[in-house]
């Protein structure tokens, strides 16, 4: 009922500036793992399948084999990311493996922008930054809060923060090219 409480950790992290540096290099070596396949030739097949599965599948592309792929390195990095937030909570709880938690990650990538790489990331910082000043002033507003966030980003910006923020810079640099 209290998850597993109590978890060790390594003499080599355990003080807080150590276990900083250590998640923070863990994290880098996956952003560089993540950019490479993106940038690869699986990421372009994976990217063609996400758009049309049944052109895909007539270019000659086992699809079924691919999406496993992406299944099991969605499952790597997402058992590494929760291996790291076991080490620094110092242990496993239930309430980790609310609906919620999936829901936070999903609404963090739709805020970012699902079509650029760094977007879920500028989804993340700016949804944990919103929180902890609703939850600082208006604790119980944080769900209307967010809601209205998502519904504004769903009607007004379609491709995330960053998906305007990216179709803002091409239209800077058609105007600059036409001048």
Known sequence: DDGLVGV????????PARFYYFTLAVSAACV????????????????????????????????????????????????????????LNRGAFPHFMFWTRSGDVILM???????SFIGPAVGAGIMV???????TYWPEYWS????????????????????FVDKRARVRVMKKATT
Do not use: C, D, H
């Open 8 to 15: 060790p950790i390594a003499q080599a992290i355990a003080a």
């Open 32 to 87: 560089l793992v993540l950019w490479m396949i993106m940038n690869s030739p699986f990421g372009s097949i994976l990217a063609t399948i996400r758009e049309s599965p049944e052109r895909a599948r007539a270019m000659g592309v086992y699809v079924k084999r691919y999406q496993l792929i992406a299944f099991v390195l969605s499952a790597f990095f997402s058992g590494l990311a929760g291996g790291l937030s076991t080490l």
């Open 109 to 115: 990538t739709i805020l970012g922008g699902m079509y």
């Open 129 to 135: 930054f919103l929180e902890s000043q609703v939850n």
């Open 144 to 163: 209307m809060v967010l809601g209205l966030l998502l519904i504004v980003i769903l009607l007004f910006f379609r491709g995330g923060i960053m998906g």
